[in-house]
Structures are given as structure tokens and as C-alpha cells.
């Protein structure tokens, strides 16, 4: 977006600060709690809008769910937020400064970080080895190895350092893989399904690991997640997309008993 572009948005009373009134607030600490916010977001494959004018937001240090039903656009919201897909059209807007077009890396850089649902670590590599994978590339600086000891330790695989992850259990690699995301220090962190196929005890073991990030480090998550009980356990507050539009937003005890988000999330029948 060209500055004139910015400016006219501004003159139009655009709900959302361009880049320059956002770095003043910054500076002078008056901007608002909003960490994430998306603008009109959407996300074209051929003719088909998979996300479709998608004003989404996140405050500092939230816990957020994004839930709905398959199909509904929940992986590509996140995939634009992380660069990882170019947004059709729209803008996204993350402390205070524009980052459309920022490539995937320099949005890790100023702190978003993700755990995607298909695994991202190397089983044939130590525990260690793949911790240090990340830190390595984004981070620099003489703590880097006590940074690695430290993701360990709060992934609590400290004594599997040595391991291969191709031996750790499945609950475990999904821990793994959050710390390693944790590990560079973002300010949001998005998880896509981190507990989707894991038993009741390492869902609860992994909603610990994020609430004890979320309270320790003020780390935001928006995490998509099917299992409402796991969402009613964790989240400050839920999004619902449907057909790639927010369809509802609230706390998970309204969402849960709306009739209509029944009807297109659970099927109507379901037992929320
Ligand atoms: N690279 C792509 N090319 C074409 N269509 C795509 C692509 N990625 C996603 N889609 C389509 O966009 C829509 C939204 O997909 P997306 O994966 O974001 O949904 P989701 O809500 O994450 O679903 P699920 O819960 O099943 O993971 C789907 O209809 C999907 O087929």
C-alpha cells in the first residue's frame, strides 16, 4: 500500500491505525491492547474465497480459539497471519505496524510464531539437535545455547535431550514442538490442532504448557482447535468461522450454546 493509500484509509476513518499513528502510540505508550488486527483480510484459490473480508483481532497476552467446521478457512487465516499464504487483499496489522507483505521470516523476527498441524520436526535428530534448529536461525547472540537448555526444560525433555523425537511419544513431539515455537520469544503464537489425536491426559498436559506460557511469558495464542472442552479450558475468547467469515465471537460458554453455531459447527445433534 502506497502512502497516499494509507492516508486516504485514514482520511476514510479506517477502524484500524495506519503504521505511523500506530508507532506514535507505541512511543508515547498510549496505543490501545491490540496486538493482531486483520483488515478486510481475503484469500482468493482460483474463484473460491477461501477467508473472505476477515476483520480479526487479538489483544496482547489473550488466549484466543478459532474453531468452525472443516472447511471453513481456519488453517488459511492463520497461514496469511504467518505469511506463509499472500493475502488476495486486505490488510494485517501486528503491533502497531503493517506486515502484508512481509515475508514469513521477518514476521518470526518481530514476533509471531507458529506450530503448524502437520509435524515440523526431524525424527531422525536428537531432541537437542531440533531445539536448536530454530534458535539458531532466528536468534543471535551469545544465549543461545542456555536458550536451548532453557526450551528443554520448559518442555520438560530435559532428560530426552539425547533421544531421537522419532522415539518420543506423540503427546511428547507436540510439546516439543510448541516450546520450539516458544522458543524464539514471540508475542503471539498460533497452534493449529496441537492436541488432535493425543488422550485426554496429554490434552490436559498440553493446555497446561500453553496457559503456563501464556501466564509466565504474557505470550497471545490463537490456537484452532475442534475439542470444545479443550477451547472451554483454555480460551479467553472464541472465534467461529463458517464458509471463511467470522460467523459468531464471545467466550466459549455463549458460543457453545448458540443454536446456529450448532447447527453449522456440530451438525445440529452434537453434544457440545
Ligand atoms: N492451497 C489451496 N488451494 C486450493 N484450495 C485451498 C487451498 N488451501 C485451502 N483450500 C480450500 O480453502 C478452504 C478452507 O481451507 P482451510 O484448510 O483453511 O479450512 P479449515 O477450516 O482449516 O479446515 P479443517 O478444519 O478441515 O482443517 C477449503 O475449502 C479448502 O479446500
Do not use: W
Not at 491492547?33 to 482460483?46: C, I, R
Not at 506463509?84 to 505496524?97: K, L, V
Not at 520438560?156 to 506423540?170: P, S, Y
Not at 479467553?236 to 450448532?262: A, K
Amino acid at each position: 500500500m502506497s502512502t497516499d493509500d494509507a492516508q486516504e484509509s485514514v482520511k476514510a476513518g479506517s477502524k484500524y491505525p495506519d503504521a505511523r499513528q500506530s508507532e506514535a502510540q507505541i512511543l508515547t505508550g498510549s496505543g490501545t491492547d491490540t496486538l493482531l488486527q486483520t483488515d478486510a483480510l481475503l484469500k482468493s484459490f482460483g474463484g473460491f474465497h477461501a477467508v473472505e473480508t476477515v476483520d480479526f483481532a487479538v489483544e496482547a497476552g489473550e488466549m484466543h480459539c478459532l474453531i468452525g467446521p472443516n472447511g471453513a478457512g481456519k488453517s488459511t487465516l492463520m497461514k496469511l497471519i504467518t505469511g506463509t499464504h499472500d493475502a488476495t487483499s486486505g490488510r494485517i496489522f501486528y503491533d502497531g505496524q503493517e506486515i502484508t507483505d512481509l515475508e514469513p521470516h521477518e514476521r518470526i523476527r518481530r514476533g509471531i510464531s507458529i506450530k503448524f498441524q502437520v509435524p515440523s520436526v526431524y525424527e531422525e535428530l536428537s531432541v537437542r539437535e531440533n531445539v536448536r534448529l530454530p534458535i539458531q536461525r532466528f536468534l543471535s547472540g551469545a544465549d543461545r545455547e542456555a536458550r536451548i537448555e532453557e526450551t528443554l526444560d520448559i518442555v520438560g525433555l530435559a532428560d530426552r535431550a539425547d533421544d531421537l523425537v522419532g522415539d518420543l511419544a506423540h503427546g511428547q513431539q507436540q510439546q516439543l514442538e510448541i516450546g520450539m515455537a516458544a522458543s524464539l520469544d514471540p508475542d503471539l503464537l498460533l497452534l493449529d490442532e496441537p492436541v488432535a489425536g493425543l488422550s485426554m491426559e496429554e490434552r490436559d498436559e498440553i493446555a497446561d504448557r500453553i496457559q503456563t506460557l501464556n501466564t509466565e511469558r504474557g505470550i497471545a495464542f490463537v490456537v484452532i482447535e475442534h475439542d470444545t472442552d479443550f477451547v472451554a479450558k483454555i480460551a479467553d475468547e472464541v472465534t467461529v468461522l463458517h464458509q471463511g467469515q467470522i460467523f459468531r465471537e464471545g467466550p466459549i460458554e455463549e458460543i457453545r450454546d448458540d443454536p446456529e453455531v450448532r447447527r453449522i459447527y456440530l451438525g445440529g445433534e452434537s453434544d457440545a
